[in-house]
């Protein structure tokens, strides 16, 4: 192979994003000169990167081979699986290949961006339906999870087939969708599975992630419990299953629809185009929904992550149409994504001071996972007969797990990879022999930036400690200004003792260096940052400016 990693006569696998971590998934598979590439999602940053929401994978590796790839290829529409199509298919320059849900909710990304032109958008239609892009001949084999038209791909090459699940549970209720059948996949891997590329994220659950049918049945359990009061749901807007469900679940109870969060309104519209939700109930305005008896409503919200600006947060607040009164209830039919745990908190302590029952799926069966559990992912090990297993989305522990799951099954090789690592699946025995940057990059206002670039290390910094101006004048005063410093009322104390040691260090400077402004400011602000260590006892950045600089 080349130092270069082009992949030649050997079929490669590369992660630049989604392996070591959950979400931010984006796959490439490199053959005979050419790549393509599955999934271009991006992760939301939470408290990690200050004043940034969303995160992408450093691109730089497949950027600088632009004219290697031949297209990108979508398994599903969740936004750690396209959320980043507006910030880079442009510039990468290949057609995207999608179903038509999926592809109708990447078509306004794109409108929105301003980018409807600007990418080719193939719209495969029909249910394993099969191109071919360079040496990949690529199938849509349709499975359950948690959004419409949720799809693996069979990928053929000349080195044998891959099959990369994407998201995927096994379902035989899931309510909208038909998903492969075992006998379909049992033939799949009879015609030999070179590699199976499989989602790693509920293997430490022992059990089967469970039916979306019996969801329905808890569902309609639950909100009948509570006759005479306001429901409100709560669940992911983009799980267009779950919303078929409390369609249902409000007329069988008796009660009218009312949809809050702009997510569902846009799910709800791209779903009924493409033919799901064919018969789910005409939602009723706020105005009409607070007017009906509390026991007649049934309202979809969206904001069960603790999102602030989202429907259930100003609920809680008591700063949207949606009122509840002490008693109503709100029917969590999510889980709680890792790292949200705080802001849901928030959100239901503020609920309960209002004396809101709240219910989960801890406490009722409301909601099942989109992933699969341990004896799924054993059921798929025995259909596809894998000769090599790649586990990806999922953190370290997650991918080692499953590892070691798919050789106690039977599975004779097992790669754990990260993002970066070229895994070298074909010919010869399968294993990294290589690697490249997988950084992370932030949207930071209007700018797409390194993730570990100077201006969010500073911002971290200044997070931490605060910040100090000290400007220095020509007439030797001595100007200081901070932010963050837990001073209050010792701060004028604090700035006559800093003033007074910053004269002293600026005096002490010799020879050249009194006329050097680097080296003035240097000890200005070494004495700066001193004196506020001393008084505070944090290390805030300082930052020195010259009079008429």
Same mark, same amino acid.
């Given at each position: 192979?080349?130092?270069?990693?082009?992949?030649?006569?050997?079929?490669?696998?590369?992660?630049?994003?989604?392996?070591?971590?959950?979400?931010?998934?984006? $796959?490439?598979?490199?053959? &005979?000169?050419?790549?393509?590439?599955? /999934?271009?999602?991006?992760?939301?940053?939470?408290?990690?990167?200050?004043?940034?929401?969303?995160?992408?994978?450093?691109?730089?590796?497949?950027?600088?081979?632009?004219?290697? *790839?031949?297209?990108?290829?979508?398994?599903?529409?969740?936004?750690?699986? #396209?959320?980043?199509?507006?910030?880079?298919?442009?510039?990468?320059?290949?057609?995207?290949?999608?179903?038509?849900?999926?592809?109708?909710?990447?078509?306004?990304?794109?409108?929105?961006?301003?980018?409807?032109?600007?990418?080719?958008?193939?719209?495969?239609?029909?249910?394993?339906?099969?191109?071919?892009?360079?040496?990949?001949?690529?199938?849509?084999?349709? *499975?359950?999870?948690?959004?419409?038209?949720?799809?693996?791909?069979?990928?053929?090459?000349?080195? +044998?087939?891959?099959?990369?699940?994407? /998201?995927?549970?096994?379902?035989?209720?899931?309510?909208?969708?038909?998903?492969?059948?075992?006998?379909?996949?049992?033939?799949?891997?009879?015609?030999?599975?070179?590699?199976?590329?499989?989602?790693?994220?509920?293997?430490?659950?022992?059990?089967?992630?469970?039916?979306?049918?019996?969801?329905?049945?808890? *569902?309609?359990?639950?909100?009948?419990?509570?006759?005479? &009061?306001?429901?409100?749901?709560?669940?992911?807007?983009? $799980?267009?299953?779950?919303?078929?469900?409390?369609?249902?679940?409000?007329?069988?109870?008796?009660? %009218?629809?009312?949809?809050?969060?702009?997510?569902?309104?846009?799910?709800?519209?791209?779903?009924? !185009?493409?033919?799901?939700?064919?018969?789910?109930?005409?939602?009723?305005?706020?105005?009409?929904?607070?007017?009906?008896?509390?026991?007649?409503?049934?309202?979809?919200?969206? @904001?069960?992550?603790?999102?602030?600006?989202?429907?259930?947060?100003?609920?809680?607040?008591?700063?949207?149409?949606?009122?509840?009164?002490?008693?109503?209830?709100?029917?969590?039919?999510?889980?709680?994504?890792?790292?949200?745990?705080?802001?849901?908190?928030?959100? %239901?302590?503020?609920?309960?001071?209002? +004396?809101?029952?709240?219910?989960? /799926?801890?406490?009722?069966?409301?909601?099942?996972?989109?992933?699969? @559990?341990?004896?799924?992912?054993?059921?798929?090990?025995?259909?596809?007969?894998?000769?090599?297993?790649?586990?990806?989305?999922?953190?370290?522990?997650?991918?080692?797990?499953?590892?070691?799951?798919?050789?106690? $099954?039977?599975?004779?090789?097992? =790669? =754990?990879?990260?993002?970066?690592?070229?895994?070298?699946?074909?010919?010869?025995?399968?294993?990294? #022999?290589?690697?490249?940057?997988?950084?992370?990059?932030?949207?930071?206002?209007?700018? #797409?930036?390194?993730?570990?670039?100077?201006?969010?290390?500073?911002?971290?910094?200044?997070?931490? /400690?605060?910040?100090?101006?000290?400007?220095?004048?020509?007439?030797?005063?001595?100007?200081?200004?901070?932010?963050?410093?837990?001073?209050?009322?010792?701060?004028?104390?604090?700035?006559?003792?800093?003033?007074?040691?910053?004269? !002293?260090?600026?005096?002490?400077?010799?020879?050249?260096?009194?006329?050097?402004?680097?080296?003035?400011?240097?000890?200005?602000?070494?004495?700066?940052?001193?004196?506020?260590?001393?008084?505070?006892?944090?290390?805030?950045?300082?930052?020195?400016?010259?009079?008429?600089?």
């Amino acid at each position: 192979m080349k130092n270069d990693h082009s992949p030649e006569d050997e079929l490669l696998f590369l992660a630049l994003g989604g392996s070591g971590e959950i979400g931010m998934n984006v $796959n490439l598979y490199g053959c &005979r000169g050419r790549w393509v590439m599955v /999934d271009l999602g991006m992760t939301f940053s939470g408290e990690v990167y200050p004043g940034v929401d969303l995160v992408f994978a450093d691109l730089q590796f497949i950027e600088e081979r632009a004219d290697q *790839l031949d297209a990108i290829v979508l398994t599903h529409a969740h936004e750690d699986h #396209i959320g980043a199509i507006p910030y880079f298919a442009a510039d990468l320059d290949v057609p995207i290949y999608a179903t038509p849900f999926t592809m109708d909710l990447v078509r306004r990304k794109l409108a929105e961006a301003g980018l409807q032109d600007a990418v080719e958008l193939i719209t495969i239609e029909e249910d394993h339906g099969q191109f071919t892009v360079g040496p990949f001949t690529i199938t849509y084999v349709p *499975l359950a999870h948690s959004i419409a038209e949720g799809n693996a791909l069979l990928i053929d090459t000349p080195h +044998g087939r891959v099959f990369h699940t994407g /998201d995927w549970k096994l379902d035989e209720d899931p309510i909208v969708g038909q998903p492969t059948t075992e006998q379909e996949l049992r033939e799949i891997g009879a015609e030999g599975v070179l590699a199976l590329v499989c989602d790693s994220t509920n293997v430490f659950n022992p059990a089967p992630s469970g039916s979306e049918g019996a969801v329905y049945r808890g *569902l309609l359990d639950e909100v009948g419990r509570h006759e005479g &009061r306001r429901v409100v749901v709560t669940t992911f807007a983009s $799980n267009v299953a779950r919303l078929q469900t409390l369609g249902e679940v409000a007329r069988e109870t008796g009660r %009218q629809l009312c949809v809050a969060g702009r997510s569902l309104d846009r799910i709800i519209e791209v779903a009924q !185009k493409n033919g799901y939700l064919a018969d789910f109930p005409e939602p009723v305005d706020f105005d009409t929904a607070m007017a009906l008896p509390r026991g007649e409503v049934l309202v979809i919200a969206t @904001g069960g992550q603790g999102e602030p600006r989202a429907a259930l947060a100003r609920i809680a607040e008591g700063n949207h149409p949606i009122e509840l009164a002490r008693g109503d209830v709100i029917l969590f039919s999510s889980r709680q994504i890792p790292g949200n745990e705080l802001a849901i908190g928030a959100v %239901q302590n503020r609920l309960a001071e209002r +004396g809101i029952v709240m219910v989960s /799926d801890r406490q009722s069966m409301i909601h099942v996972s989109g992933h699969p @559990g341990r004896p799924e992912l054993e059921a798929l090990y025995d259909w596809l007969q894998p000769d090599i297993l790649i586990p990806v989305h999922g953190e370290m522990r997650h991918m080692h797990e499953q590892a070691r799951l798919g050789l106690a $099954n039977g599975i004779p090789h097992a =790669v =754990v990879q990260k993002n970066g690592d070229i895994v070298r699946l074909a010919p010869g025995a399968p294993g990294v #022999i290589g690697r490249v940057r997988a950084g992370r990059l932030v949207l930071d206002g209007d700018l #797409i930036v390194p993730a570990d670039g100077e201006a969010m290390t500073m911002r971290r910094r200044i997070m931490r /400690d605060g910040v100090v101006i000290v400007v220095l004048h020509g007439d030797e005063t001595v100007t200081i200004d901070s932010v963050g410093l837990p001073l209050d009322e010792d701060y004028a104390d604090f700035v006559a003792e800093a003033r007074v040691d910053i004269r !002293k260090s600026v005096s002490a400077l010799r020879g050249a260096d009194r006329r050097a402004p680097a080296a003035i400011k240097e000890a200005a602000r070494l004495a700066a940052r001193r004196a506020a260590q001393r008084w505070s006892g944090k290390r805030p950045q300082v930052r020195v400016l010259l009079h008429g600089e």
